[in-house]
């Protein structure tokens, strides 16, 4: 989550000529890949919780989109498009905000112990 703030700084300091393209370019394929090995863990965890299993399909394809939109604004300099990247980065700030959270549910549901007692069970 925080590599994804870092990423949105990089592009807000990109905009306004404080930095190269290139630092922002590199921590949005780390990003990418981090998303990768995310979506390989959500699809093979068990048992599956299929709502993280849909988000970080979502993710890896909202950041492919996102570095192709990058691409298209250093190379066209256009503005509307550079708007859309800028929305996208948004959407996909809140997944990874979202996705840490089920992640978190998942991981204190997974660690409920079942109850073994001997009364009656409800």
């Not at 890949?33 to 993710?59: D, E, H, N, Y």
Request: aromatic content about 10%; overall charge positive; charged content about 5%.
């Amino acid at each position: 989550m925080i590599l994804v703030f870092i990423q949105i700084a990089l592009g807000g300091l990109l905009t306004f000529d404080y930095i190269s393209w290139i630092p922002h370019a590199i921590t949005g394929f780390i990003v990418l890949a981090l998303a990768i090995v995310t979506l390989i863990v959500a699809q093979t965890s068990k048992p599956p919780f299929r709502p993280l299993q849909g988000l970080s399909i979502g993710l890896v394809l909202a950041i492919v989109v996102q570095i192709i939109l990058g691409f298209l604004t250093l190379n066209t300099s256009n503005l509307a498009v550079a708007w859309v990247h800028l929305l996208v980065a948004v959407g996909i700030y809140g997944m990874v905000v979202s996705g840490t959270f089920m992640s978190m549910r998942l991981n204190y549901h997974s660690r409920e112990q079942p109850a073994t007692g001997t009364g009656p069970q409800v």
